[in-house]
């Protein structure tokens, strides 16, 4: 590494960025392991080597073999956790995060579980390349609870690499039925063909908050996609609820999921529309919001065009709330800090010319933990607003 630049690593930041590289010694590929040393030749770290402004994903600071043992060890520790916490054996919950990424120490590497389903995806070359480590890893670990592990890679590994992933099952097989549980309520995780992979089990304790403020109100539920906000909205008595996607699969999971749970219930209705037309041409009346858009920035280049998508988005829903309503506001761009999201939010109340307080602070649950070197990895942001 270039004089200087060794700082953030001697702090354990887990990534490398290329403009910090002095010389690489040998030939390297993508994904291959790299030993990093500072510019007296001293070691620093171990990662996966990668192509692009992140050059090294750290997987140890100090000196060892990334080999199985490693992946086993990794996963070991990560799996205590979630037992720690109440969710390895749970028969009110049996969806969750087991790996994720810089979090669990396994930078490029997402592992979430649903009934005992191990949906895998690899966000690097190097963690593709190991994927039979993890693999086997998982096996060891998880024992006779493990019945099926599936690899969704292929959406999430980089084009230009040429591995040419299969998203396809790599131990047991697909379950007839999927159907997994969150406190309690269930619903159809769909890993296959559905987004990352295949819930949003990073929402699971503010769904479990809505829950407690829906009694008695109208529930818009924009950006549903497969649901979660709408059938917690009805566990808790809302007179009505409303979900929105401008997908028209996704309306189809969120009504399938809202039957699992609430057969033939007339509260529920859900419309396939662009959330900004939907807003402006509805004339329903809603005392309780929820807005939780895909992420609008991936990269600081695009942040501010995001946050003028955001602040669109919650003055809308702020002039249209109800006096006494309730909006849950989220963002889920890492881009997008805690201190911006509030004062865009701020921004969008001010246009709005509404009084709003802060009820609640919101992120994600502990399943998804942040490495306390790498805030970065806090990508959850949420507000609960009370509108006068």
Sequence with gaps: MKRGKEQSLLRFHPWIFSGAIAKICGKIDEGDIAEVVDSEGNFLAVGHYQIGSIAVRVLSFVPREINQEFYTERITIAYAMRRQIGLTDNEQTNAYRLVHGEGDGLPGLVIDIYDGVAVVQMH????YQDRKYIETALIEVMGASLKAIY???EGTLPFKAGLNPTNSYVFGTAPEIKVARENGLLFYPDWEKGQKTGFFVDQRENRALIERYSKGRNVLNMFCYTGGFSFYAM?????MVH???????AIELTKSNVELNFPNDPRHQATAMDAF?????TTQKFDLIVLDPPAFAKHLNVLNNALKGYRRLNTKALEMIEPGGILFTFSCSQVVSKEVFR???FSSAAKACRNVRILHQLTQPADHPINIYHPEGEYLKGLVLYVE
């Design 124 to 127: 690097s070359v190097g963690m």
């Design 151 to 153: 690899n969704k890679s």
């Design 235 to 239: 566990r808790g008595g809302a007179n």
């Design 243 to 249: 979900s929105v996607d401008s997908s028209e699969r």
């Design 277 to 281: 037309k939907f807003m402006q041409e």
């Design 343 to 345: 004062t865009m939010v």
